[in-house]
């Protein structure tokens, strides 16, 4: 019986029209415009100016702190300007602007494709590689990765837990990396494991990837205390804590993080990420893309350059269907609409996804009926009704009590509800108001 997640979680109709679609490149942009905070922590910090000549894969911006990372030109060219450019947010971020010039690379950078499976180094230098790379976690958070590889005093870490489940429908990003790259993934893995210290390492894959899970379990019996687990479909199996509790049956706790049961888990993207930057010196200033939807004549996924505008990989996929209702950054479940198909893709954007005029309006929204389908389907246990209900009437202190802010976010609660309550958009707010008033009372 395959493994999975024991509380809530959903189904979504999964719609991977691009799965099997080759990783491929575009066109370089004419311009790019790179923001200098793409990671949860303080911003970085510009250390290039108007008129600088840059080259792919230099320092334009130095982390603001150890919460932080490290951010790189992905062009060739001359620094226009920093200025403040819309991002997913809706608002505007600083971004450091640069009219591309051919594509001129460090001379640091391997560029060959010669795998490199030699990890024959010290941890220390593991580490500073990923911090002076800007690696951060590539599932769509984006903490900063070097963090997360200095476990804490006191701790010890036993599994390392590779995240290769792509829960979100149409995203394929991942299960194309795998089948392309699986041998990077494993030494990016193998680095990470050294670096943590953990006894072994698990690859969590979801079972609607029987090409992806062959290839990685057959890769993975030339390396050492690896194994490739298949998982039973159910979203949201990409979340830290129900990954953990499916493949190890442990249970973070409330306000814990995965190292207090003995876990580190990190992205398969990221750790391709990590065997770039530790074996071939490259910073992270390119990720594989998405780009789908129901209406697009061709859905793919596209190795794309950091600062990219979100409309030159719609026009690569064939342009914006007439129908078009909304343009969402990532999946359809966590996935946030974009005020502006200009938004500069990031680390984080794993997917542009297209939806449809008459699938992208609110359904009308009714009262709520107590059928209870929202807690059924929450896998943190909540009771998002009573949430959302708290969040209405600002009852902050309660909301803490409630454990409001172990809510992952994944929208299972507002995707089953039968009155079409956007439950998840109160308890965002809710969430949001909290955290401000528990930082007001730390500072």
């Known amino acids: 019986m395959l493994k999975t997640f024991p509380k809530g979680g959903v189904h979504p109709k999964e719609n991977k029209f691009s799965a099997g679609k080759p990783i491929e490149t575009i066109e370089l942009p004419k311009q790019v415009s790179i923001p200098i905070a793409q990671h949860i922590g303080a911003p970085a910090e510009a250390v290039v100016k108007k008129g ?20 790189h030109s992905s062009v060739s060219g001359t620094v226009l300007k920093i200025d403040n450019v819309l991002d997913t947010s809706g608002y505007k971020k600083t971004c450091i602007i640069i009219d591309v010039e051919g594509d001129e690379w460090l001379d640091s950078i391997d560029k060959s494709t010669e795998l490199n499976t030699n990890i024959d180094i010290s941890v220390d230098e593991i580490r500073n590689k990923v911090l002076d790379s800007g690696i951060v976690g590539l599932g769509g958070a984006t903490f900063p990765t070097h963090v997360k590889l200095s476990v804490p005093l006191g701790k010890t870490c036993e599994y390392l837990i590779i995240n290769a489940v792509e829960c979100e429908p149409y995203l394929t990003a991942d299960h194309q990396l795998m089948l392309e790259k699986a041998d990077e993934i494993m030494v990016g893995s193998q680095l990470m494991q050294k670096a943590i210290g953990a006894n072994k390492i698990l690859i969590g894959i979801e079972n609607n990837k029987p090409d992806a899970i062959k290839i990685m379990s057959e890769v993975a019996k030339k390396y050492e205390n690896i194994e490739v687990s298949p998982l039973k479909v159910m979203y949201p199996q990409g979340g830290e804590k129900q990954l953990i509790k499916a493949l190890i049956n442990r249970e973070v706790p409330s306000g814990g993080l995965p190292i207090n049961v003995g876990c580190v888990v990190q992205n398969v993207g990221t750790a391709f990420a990590i065997y770039e930057a530790v074996q071939k010196n490259k910073p992270l200033f390119e990720r594989v893309v998405t780009v789908t939807g129901t209406s697009l004549s061709k859905p793919c996924n596209i190795l794309t350059r950091i600062g990219t505008s979100t409309i030159e990989l719609i026009e690569a996929a064939g342009g914006l269907p007439e129908d078009t209702g909304k343009v969402v950054s990532g999946g359809p479940m966590m996935g946030k609409a974009l005020s502006a198909i200009t938004v500069p893709v990031t680390k984080g954007t794993s997917g542009v996804l ?12 009714y009262n709520c009926i107590r059928c209870g389908r929202c807690m059924n389907v929450c896998p943190m ?11 209405v009437v600002k009852m902050h202190e309660e909301l803490q009590a409630e454990r409001i802010l172990d809510c992952i976010e994944c929208g299972s609660c507002a995707y089953t509800c039968p009155a079409g309550i956007p439950l998840l958009d109160y308890i965002r707010l809710g969430k ?3 955290n401000k008033i528990l930082r007001s009372k730390k500072s």
């Open 354 to 365: 297209i939806i449809p005029a008459k699938k992208s309006s609110r359904p009308k929204t």
């Open 52 to 71: 600088d000549q840059v080259k792919v894969g230099q320092l334009i911006a130095k982390s603001g702190g150890f919460v932080s990372t490290n951010i």
């Open 381 to 391: 246990g909540l009771e998002p009704y009573k949430l959302k209900n708290m969040c």
């Open 432 to 434: 949001a108001n909290l």
